[in-house]
């Protein structure tokens, strides 16, 4: 079992940098691979980007790709979503998602495990 727990996000003015982190629980952390989502209102919830376990494989969003930088820091618990240049259509709530396994995925039917949520806000 793990639970995930976001923080970091907030409101930013468009151009803007935001820093993401989502801590987990347990101690298989380092066995499991990541992903990040988001969901804006009246949307549904959209692939962001992914990190296998080892953080050496990542994969992203177009919409994303070259704006935000997803890592991992295993010794820590934790995974982060580094987001610039941030745009008034980044906002959303963003959820940390988590699943047994070394390999990343894009579907979030492939995810065991979901935090709570942060909100972005993203003004123009």
């Known amino acids: 079992q793990v639970q995930l727990v976001e923080s970091g996000g907030g409101l930013v003015q468009a151009g803007g940098s935001l820093r993401l982190s989502c801590a987990a629980s347990?101690?298989?952390?380092?066995?499991?691979?990541m992903g990040w989502f988001r969901q804006a209102p009246g949307k549904e919830r959209e692939f962001v980007a992914a990190?296998?376990?080892?953080?050496?494989?990542?994969y992203y969003a177009d919409s994303v790709k070259g704006r935000f930088t997803i890592s991992r820091d295993n010794a820590k618990n934790t995974v982060y979503l580094q987001m610039d240049s941030l745009k008034p259509e980044d906002t959303a709530v963003y959820y940390c998602a988590g699943r047994p396994g070394v390999g990343y995925v894009t579907d979030y039917g492939g995810y065991d495990y979901w935090g709570q949520g942060t909100q972005v806000t993203v003004s123009s």
């Open positions: 347990g101690r298989t952390f380092s066995r499991y691979s």
């Open positions: 990190i296998n376990w080892s953080g050496g494989g990542t």
